[in-house]
Structure formats: structure tokens, C-alpha cells
């Protein structure tokens, strides 16, 4: 067996996660249908300790409701738990709050959440 020909390189942790990442991903934003008020109760397999339940109306609330979808959620998740204008609002802060990973993700897949054309909310 040569050596140099049998040997595959490992991909590095970042790309890994980008890839799992990427995965996840709906195939267009206005996939993502989500409620825009009112109180969520998150899955385990989302969030399996700690706080489950969160207050759409409440900034803090929401935001940490889409970081854990962003962060732990399948592609299901994304499109039952976040809703297009709501991510599209909240990204500005939200793009500080998750991975990298994520980040590059989402803002490569769509030009929407790219830096400079997401507004405050």
C-alpha cells in the first residue's frame, strides 16, 4: 500500500461544522414560518436543560429562543420555530451572539442576512 496515495486528509473542525450546518438549512427564508408572538416551548432535543418555554413579545426572550434554534435546531426546527421577518430583524445583534460557523452558514445562503443589509429592529 503506498503511503501517499491512501492518505486522506481530516477535514478541520470549522469546515465539519459548516457542513452540519449547512445541512440544516431551509432552501429559501420565506420557508421559515414560525410564530411571531406570543409564548414557544422549545423540544428537548433543542433545549434539554434549562429554560424550554420563551415570550415571542420579549426581546431577550426571542433572541434567545433563535439562538438555540440556530444553534441545536434541525431543519424542521428552523422552519416551525423562526420566522422570516423576525430572523431577518433581530440578524444584526444575533449574527454576535452565535458560531462562526453559523454565521458564514446563514449569511453565505442568503444575501438578506449579509452585513450591511440586515436593518436593527
Not at 431577518?88 to 449579509?114: G, H, K, N, Y
Request: proline fraction near 6%.
Amino acid at each position: 500500500m503506498d503511503l501517499e496515495t491512501s492518505f486522506q486528509p481530516v477535514p478541520d473542525a470549522a469546515e465539519v461544522l459548516r457542513a452540519r450546518y449547512a445541512g440544516r438549512l431551509p432552501a429559501r427564508l420565506t420557508d421559515l414560518t414560525g410564530p411571531r408572538h406570543g409564548a414557544v416551548a422549545l423540544p428537548l432535543h433543542v433545549v434539554w436543560s434549562g429554560l424550554r418555554s420563551f415570550d415571542l413579545d420579549r426581546p431577550r426572550s426571542r433572541m434567545s429562543l433563535y439562538r438555540a434554534v440556530l444553534t441545536e435546531g434541525q431543519r424542521q426546527d428552523l422552519v416551525t420555530f423562526l420566522d422570516r421577518d423576525l430572523l431577518i430583524s433581530q440578524w444584526p445583534v444575533l449574527r454576535t451572539l452565535i458560531s462562526r460557523s453559523i454565521r458564514d452558514v446563514w449569511e453565505a445562503a442568503f444575501s438578506e442576512l449579509a452585513t450591511g443589509t440586515a436593518t436593527a429592529a
